[in-house]
């Protein structure tokens, strides 16, 4: 009897063993666009401020794992360990710089000066600006950056600036109300070529998430958001 519970001890470890395998071969197989198996790491090249932790609780909320460094810390070969990049307003366009150009992780951009860093945008102080306001036009209402909103969307509960940058290339996802070639939202593809030749790595954006005015998104600010992290760790 004694060995009939131990044969029957080992059949269900190996079952069980097997079962483990296979969960985690589909676990390997669910990868993210940088195709490093860290889709749900996120590097936060920020501030350690209140306004840079809302937008953190944020990536939380979504099930990410979010990791903070200055600008000043940032190196080229750190993003290697991440499955997507996120560069808050307050981080210093001049302190990254091109750090990112051949990030093979996913890299969103809050500073929209740092696209004339990396070939994205001209280097032109003309072609960045903010305007005051309470809404951003949808131009690409079908594309997934867009998160099924269309026309005017409100973003702010309470009129605030809103950044926007004239990008070289891409598409323009929204853009300034009364300026279609302002954008607040821009993506460009993994392959595509910057101004200067450079093939891109993986995907690049530009979100407009203006310090400060975080706990002034709406709801649909905050759906664009989400859409936009989704886009950019997404294989599509």
């Known amino acids: 009897m004694k060995r009939l519970f131990s044969y029957l001890l080992i059949v ?37 401020s209140a306004n840079d932790r809302i937008v953190m609780k944020h990536f939380k909320e979504l099930g990410f794992e979010a990791t903070l460094m200055s600008d000043k810390e940032l190196t080229p070969d750190q993003a290697a360990n991440f499955g997507l990049v996120f560069v808050s307003s307050f981080a210093g366009s001049h302190r990254v710089a091109d750090k990112l150009l051949e990030s093979t992780a996913p890299v969103i951009y809050a500073n929209g000066k740092i696209l004339g860093q990396v070939g994205l945008a001209s280097k032109d102080d003309s072609d960045y600006g903010d305007y005051s306001g309470l809404s951003i036009a949808i131009k690409e209402s079908k594309h997934a950056l867009a998160a099924g909103l269309p026309g005017s969307v409100d973003i702010y509960k309470a009129e605030a600036k809103i950044s926007y940058v004239v990008p070289q290339g891409g598409v323009i996802i929204a853009s300034a109300p009364d300026n279609d070639k302002r954008a607040v939202i821009c993506a460009f593809e993994k392959g595509q070529k910057n101004m200067n030749g450079q093939v891109l790595p993986a995907k690049r954006m530009f979100f407009n998430l203006t310090g400060g005015e975080e706990i002034n998104r709406t709801e649909n600010g905050w759906k664009l958001f989400d859409a936009a992290v989704h886009w950019a760790v997404g294989k599509s």
Not at 28 to 41: I, L, R, T, V
Request: charged share 15%.
């Open 12 to 48: 269900v470890l190996m079952l069980a063993s097997a079962a483990c395998s296979v969960a985690t071969q589909k676990d390997a197989g669910n990868g993210n666009e940088s195709g490093n198996g860290n889709g749900k790491k996120v590097l936060f090249v920020g501030t350690d």
